[in-house]
């Protein structure tokens, strides 16, 4: 488990807490935390390329957005591969496949309060990505991308983007302190690429997941 680290008392810590579990829902140890290379790391992912597993941190008080090798075993660091979107302050990376490409969500930087989301594409980690293309409307429906789950339904791919709503829906300029955590969730939504290649979201209010199918449904 990769994780973004912090003290408990401030921000300031900005690096990677790190454990180890032989199942997911298992007991985890945890291996303490570290700055990779000497660099800040915040908000944070994890993505297979080409047989090798990669990690994916907002850097630089969350100018850009930084990608590193981890070793075999996974419990370090080998190289910094890639930096990505420098001074754009872009965060909340989430990573997909389509087709050849892969396709990265982001959000701009704004505190807790949500904005419009960003997306970008390569057909590689390690080489240049696209300029970011707006998604969804001017909160990203209240919510800051977290993962995006890939089905496959009649032999087709179906993506279903995962968000995080601090707070729920207390969006008011509110300092975090005076959310409610109990009403911090999650937004659902498909994933629609076109032929092009754009990408937008199909907001819904309710949905089902067939797991044994594997599917996604909108049902409002």
């Known amino acids: 488990m990769w994780a973004h680290y912090e003290n408990g008392k401030d921000y300031s810590e900005a690096a990677i807490a790190l454990a180890s579990s032989d199942t997911p829902d298992g007991e985890f140890t945890y291996h303490g ?3 990779p290379f000497g660099y ?7 993505f ?19 990608i590193y090798r981890l070793t075999d075993d996974y419990m370090g660091v080998t190289e910094r591969v890639n930096m990505l979107f420098e001074g754009q302050s872009r965060e ?23 904005n419009l989301g960003g997306y970008s594409c390569s057909d590689s980690l390690l080489n240049v990505w696209a300029p970011i293309s707006a998604f969804g409307d001017d909160t990203t429906y209240h919510s800051q991308p977290t993962a ?9 791919k179906q993506y279903v983007y995962i968000g995080d709503r ?3 829906n207390q969006w008011d300029g509110k300092n975090l302190n005076d959310f409610k955590y109990e009403n911090s969730s999650h937004y659902f939504s498909l994933v629609e ?3 092009e290649g754009k ?22």
Request: aromatic share 14%; charged share 25%.
């Open 166 to 168: 601090w707070g729920g």
């Open 40 to 46: 800040m790391s915040r908000d944070c992912n994890v």
């Open 148 to 156: 995006v789950l890939t089905l496959e339904v009649n032999g087709a």
């Open 33 to 35: 935390y570290f700055r």
């Open 92 to 114: 909340a990376p989430a990573l997909f496949w389509h087709k050849d490409m892969i396709y990265m969500l982001t959000s701009a930087c704004t505190g807790w309060k949500p």
């Open 193 to 195: 690429i076109d032929e």
């Open 199 to 220: 990408l937008t979201l199909r907001e819904c209010d309710e949905f089902t997941i067939d797991l044994e199918g594997r599917g996604f449904e909108i049902i409002k």
């Open 48 to 66: 297979e390329f080409e047989g090798d597993m990669y990690f994916i941190s907002a850097s630089n008080f969350n100018k850009d957005l930084h």
